[in-house]
């Protein structure tokens, strides 16, 4: 909070975070939204591109009330200035169109976003890679942008989509080894990308990983420990 009053906008934007860890968990409050956007505007009003994003952020998520072209406004700004988050969070604005964005659809220039993100420095960026969304285009076709349904393209960006953290991915790449789609069937490899999963605390992965177990499939035999996977899951 110091750093933050004396005007590091930096600072600001590691406060409002605080505030939103707060505002998500068990006990939230609605004022621990408003406090983080808040601290985001601040932040974005002393400069620093991350606050900015994170207050396009808000406004989407709506921790003090949504602004869909606000939030274009922003991210626009912040992808401009070289910031990978608000190019993928602008992306997602062209691709989810005018019904919940307030902005209208424009899927060529989603895609070129997205790609951009993905094929650059993703290191932490989590599901906000670039690549989750474009696992997704290549799993299921998109006919707009001619893109064909191609299981093996899809699992590249969702391994892709899991170094970068995005554990929803990484429990799709692990589905797609389990199951040989788009990749050769490794249970070795479903094994340790359910357990990196499960240790995230994605339901789902501990109770694949807890049949495997079960089975010994990919792993030694353990039906006690298939029986505390399956626990976690209740």
Do not use: M
């Amino acid at each position: 909070r110091p750093a933050c009053d004396r005007g590091d906008g930096a600072a600001c934007d590691r406060l409002g975070q605080v505030y939103v860890d707060s505002f998500f968990s068990e006990d939230g409050e609605q004022a621990d939204g408003k406090r983080a956007h808040d601290l985001f505007q601040r932040s974005c009003d002393l400069g620093d591109v991350t606050g900015c994003t994170d207050l396009g952020w808000s406004f989407i998520e709506g921790l003090a009330g949504r602004d869909g072209p606000r939030a274009v406004e922003l991210l626009t700004r912040t992808c401009a200035a070289g910031d990978a988050r608000g190019c993928t969070l602008l992306a997602s604005r062209y691709d989810y169109g005018p019904a919940l964005t307030g902005v209208e659809r424009d899927l060529p220039r989603a895609k070129e976003l997205y790609e951009r993100v993905c094929s650059g420095p993703i290191d932490g960026l989590g599901c906000n890679s670039g690549c989750y969304a474009l696992a997704r285009w290549s799993k299921y076709g998109e006919r707009q942008l001619h893109i064909a349904e191609d299981h093996a393209r899809a699992a590249a960006f969702e391994q892709r989509a899991c170094d970068a953290g995005c554990i929803n991915s990484c429990h799709d790449i692990a589905t797609r080894y389990d199951d040989g789609d788009g990749v050769e069937r490794d249970l070795t490899s479903a094994a340790r990308l359910y357990e990196k999963g499960c240790a995230a605390g994605f339901a789902p992965s501990c109770e694949k990983l807890g049949t495997l177990y079960w089975a010994g499939a990919g792993v030694a035999k353990s039906v006690t420990q298939a029986r505390k996977l399956f626990k976690k899951t209740c």
